[in-house]
């Protein structure tokens, strides 16, 4: 059953970010609310206050900012299935929104939250950490920007100050050449392991990035497996895969749990790694 | 859950066991550990332990009880605590064992770890690390500790 707690209703950041500053541990911000309101209801976690953000303006939508899309951080995965900036220029983003949770979550949970509840087993962190994305972190009188590999720091933690507030998500406009994909696995109703790859396509494969989640307490970028890629010919790194699957596995820090045993995510993180890499070659 | 860890400190096995029968500054050592009282000594305490992973936090008010000693070689106790709040129980099985090693102690723990309730739903692996996690931090810290008083 839900306690009773006071709900504020900011009309600024400036004024969630006080909130947050004023109250500290005793509030926190409520957006969507699919993972919030339930760890709630199980008597998990208690807040007097709950910050409500829904109702400020311009942090949700899509739209082109440079040579970056510009994500606001309210906006539900629904809205990012459906966006058109995001089709065109980030279709990998698009599956993976599709795919998230049921359909439910997807109407009233949002980017942000699902970024600052940093639960393992969410997809769209792995996929941002292999597009390069920044989030925009903002408090009463600064704004920040914090690569999403520094960003997911442990199991539902993240790098925000107490204060802080996820306003936006900046994902780089990939190359003509670029090609990104993202799979995951499993059979419980979340992910036991998520796989993301992104890179350019000229010949050779280069500016790749690997990350890996779900397997392990926070997604994770996985530099070794990349640097085996990096440069070569699309037969020549086909060839790698397979290695380069074997460390993003040992670089997953798979957790066993009732999603499967450590052993079985690193084996699939190399499934799913080699999958993910053809698929975004064709 | 299991948990072994052997840490060697550079003292006598005397000092060891003497800190280890000195709760104030033994229990400090104990990462989240707080209010740690005798109630009989060498036989029952009682603690507090504050835990927190993310967003979700206990407090488990803890007994524990010594349930066998055996002279500088060897403690078996058991502490068991309930979180109300949450509604979750701990239950905690400690064999603790020095062993003297040339000029250094081995210090060994073998923990069982029962966590019950409504915690588990944060996935037994989350909370083996976060065990793992404080068996390393304690074991780092006794260290510290004794090597650290020279």
Sequence with gaps: MLRRFRLEE??????????????GESAKIYAGGTELLLAMKEGLVQ??????????????????????????ALSTHHQLEDSPVLKEKLPALVKLEQNVANVRVRQAGTLGGNLCFAEPHADPGTLLIALGAKMVAE????????????????AYETALEPDEVLTKIHVPVPAASGRSAYLKFGYLERPSVGVAVAFNLNGAVSGVRIAVGCAGPAPRRVPEAEALLEGKSRDEALGRIAEAGAIAGKASQAISDLHGSQE???????VLLKRAFQSALS | M???????ILAPREKVWRFIWDVDRFIACVPGCKEAKTIEEGKRYAATMVEKVGPFKVEFP??????????????????SGADNKIGSRMKLDLDVSLREQGD??????VAGVDILGKLAALGHGIIKRKADQVLDEFAQAVKAKLEGEG
């Design chain 2, 2 to 8: 299991q948990f072994q860890k052997e840490v060697e």
């Design chain 1, 139 to 154: 408090k009463a009188s600064s704004k920040r920007e914090i690569a999403a590999e520094d960003f997911l720091v442990d």
């Design chain 2, 104 to 109: 250094k102690t081995v210090l060994g723990f």
């Design chain 1, 47 to 72: 807040y007097e206050r709950l910050i409500n953000v829904k109702k400020l303006t311009g942090l949700s939508g899509v739209k082109l900012a440079g040579a970056a899309v510009e994500v606001g």
């Design chain 1, 264 to 270: 079985y995510k690193e084996h699939i993180v190399g």
């Design chain 1, 10 to 23: 900011p009309e600024s950041v400036a004024e969630v970010s006080e909130l947050l500053g004023r109250f």
């Design chain 2, 62 to 79: 803890t007994t524990i009880e010594v349930l066998e000693r055996e002279e500088l070689t060897r403690i078996k106790a058991q502490a």
